[in-house]
């Protein structure tokens, strides 16, 4: 079964989903936890507008995904604060312009094709090493980021108010976790595919708030989960030669539908004292 | 020189055409106990954000141990227990621990291993309220007066010189009510931590504080403790 893994692109691909799979519950976590699941959605379309950019003015897409979904970010960020009181509003108006914004750019780039595809439901032979470069170095500015400011976006996600009062800079901390957040996304897309990026933030973290006993356990726990999806779901659809990313995401969401039936059976509680 | 704690100089505060306070002043000391009253929607919880820094007042300033709010650095220094602070998410998954120990991020620096020393901190906060065996638990299968109980550890586990309470003992139980204000009176007077502390609870304004502030149609004046009953 591992022999496959003697292919180029196999390790590529599986060197690129395992970093995902590292970095999507790190950032997920946050995300579901601050009730803004809809943001992976978001920054994702915004990046397929990048990549679109990208193949009409004949530059690296990844490039295109990442400043697209930067700026993405950015904007959300500053209409969050002209209405301060529906985080979600501003999330929808940034996704309605990128969709709109990517729809224009693919027309004009005429390049409704099957690298396209690729992008769009992620794919196994399409990472180069060139992805993989630039998948290494985000993932590392992500988890350094994540370690560095762990306790800081566990506070601001737990009460933004009481962290502002310790002291903690709590709209600089949430402009760039949203950045953060922009890179995951770029990160991930090449595998996971920019349908279904958001997924993968999210669904790992929803299975192991079922069961977690702490904060720290809710997010190892994730990625365990996100890797189990990953790992399993590239040789799944390697061998039944389906699209990655909709694979590892089934995969993804079947998991979480054991653990809600075994934890309602009641078999499955982790103790907690 | 002696600088005040608090200085708060001719605050007004509107919400739209709403005026809530109208150029008030209150200069608290190192070693009060102060406590702030008034009927609801007069603008208590108001004036706190705005000595806190979570609310720009239109006019006024606000002095911290002398310094100017939007210069202040020290936060360490600052205590807060909201009013509800128990109507957070619920289903949050973070431990006791987890929860106190965000206060003490600026102490712990960047990077999430938290030393010994701060994890005796953090014992020494929950025996105080008595919840020390609750220290793994998840903060939202507690109940809500345990949970008011690890919100008032949290505001001390950063050794504060002063804590802004607000309504602090709602939903506490009578016993560990009068426990609760032992310990304030113990952190007053021993520790010589200052306190404001905005109650509705007349028995704590009679016996504990030692100053009383009457919020009122958009003023704040000193009042004698007796006379509180009266209105
Ligand atoms: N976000 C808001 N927008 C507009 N008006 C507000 C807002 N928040 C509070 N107010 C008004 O400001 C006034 C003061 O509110 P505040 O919360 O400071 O009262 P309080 O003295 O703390 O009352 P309580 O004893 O009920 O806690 C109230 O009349 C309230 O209606
Ligand atoms: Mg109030």
């Given amino acids: ?273 | 020189m002696d600088i005040n704690v608090l200085s708060a100089q001719n605050i007004t505060f509107n919400y739209g055409s709403n005026t809530i306070l109208n150029n008030v002043n209150l200069q608290v000391h190192k070693g009060d106990f102060l406590g702030l009253v008034g009927s609801n929607g007069s603008g208590k919880s108001t004036f706190l954000k705005i000595c806190l820094g979570l609310i720009k007042p239109q006019f006024g300033n606000i002095k911290l141990f002398g310094t100017d709010i939007d210069k202040f650095k020290n936060w360490k220094d600052i205590g807060y227990i909201p009013q509800k602070a128990t109507a957070f998410n619920q289903s949050f998954p973070a431990t006791v621990e987890e929860i106190i120990s965000a206060n003490l991020c600026h102490k712990l620096g960047f990077g999430s291993i938290i030393k010994k020393e701060n994890k005796d901190k953090i014992d020494e906060v929950l025996d105080i309220v008595g919840m020390k065996e609750y220290k793994k638990r998840l903060i939202g299968r507690l109940s809500g007066g345990q949970q008011q109980r690890i919100f008032i550890a949290k505001s001390l586990v950063s050794q504060p010189k002063i804590i802004f309470m607000d309504e602090p003992t709602v939903g506490i139980d009578k016993k560990s009510e009068a426990g609760f204000y032992d310990l304030m009176e113990y952190l007053n007077k021993s520790k010589k931590i200052t306190l404001v502390m905005i109650t509705h609870d007349f028995g704590a304004i009679l016996n504990r504080v030692n100053r009383v502030m009457n919020v009122a149609e958009g003023r704040i004046f000193e009042t004698d403790k007796s006379k509180v009953f009266s209105n």
């Fill in chain 1, 1 to 273: 079964m591992f022999e496959v893994l003697n292919y180029g692109f196999m390790q590529r691909a599986f060197m690129a989903g395992i970093l995902v799979a590292l970095i999507c519950p790190l950032i997920g976590t946050f995300i579901v936890l601050r009730r803004l699941s809809m943001i992976g959605d978001t920054l994702s379309h915004a990046s397929l507008a990048g990549i679109a950019a990208g193949m009409a003015g004949n530059f690296y897409p990844l490039w295109g995904a990442l400043i697209f979904s930067i700026a993405a970010a950015l904007g959300v960020e500053r209409l969050r604060r002209s209405f301060s009181q529906y985080a979600e509003l501003s999330i929808s108006i940034v996704l309605s312009a990128s969709i709109g914004l990517a729809v224009v750019l693919i027309s004009l780039a005429k390049s409704f094709n099957a690298d396209l595809m690729s992008y769009l439901f992620g794919s196994i032979i399409a990472v180069s090493m060139k992805d993989i470069h630039m998948i290494s170095a985000l993932s590392i500015i992500i988890i350094l980021s994540v370690y560095i400011f762990y306790k800081e976006f566990l506070y601001i996600s737990f009460d933004e108010e009481g962290a502002a009062i310790s002291g903690i800079p709590v709209t600089a901390l949430n402009i760039y976790f949203t950045v953060l957040t922009a890179m995951t996304i770029v990160v991930s897309m090449r595998i996971v595919g920019i349908m279904m990026v958001s997924s993968l933030l999210v669904v790992p973290v929803a299975a192991s708030l079922q069961i977690s006993t702490s904060f720290k356990n809710t997010m190892l726990l994730s990625v365990l989960f996100a890797l189990f999806s990953v790992v399993s779901g590239l040789f799944t659809s390697y061998y039944l030669d389906l699209a990655p990313g909709g694979t590892i995401v089934l995969i993804s969401v079947l998991l979480l539908i054991i653990i809600i039936i075994m934890k309602k059976i009641g078999s499955f509680s982790l103790s907690y004292r």
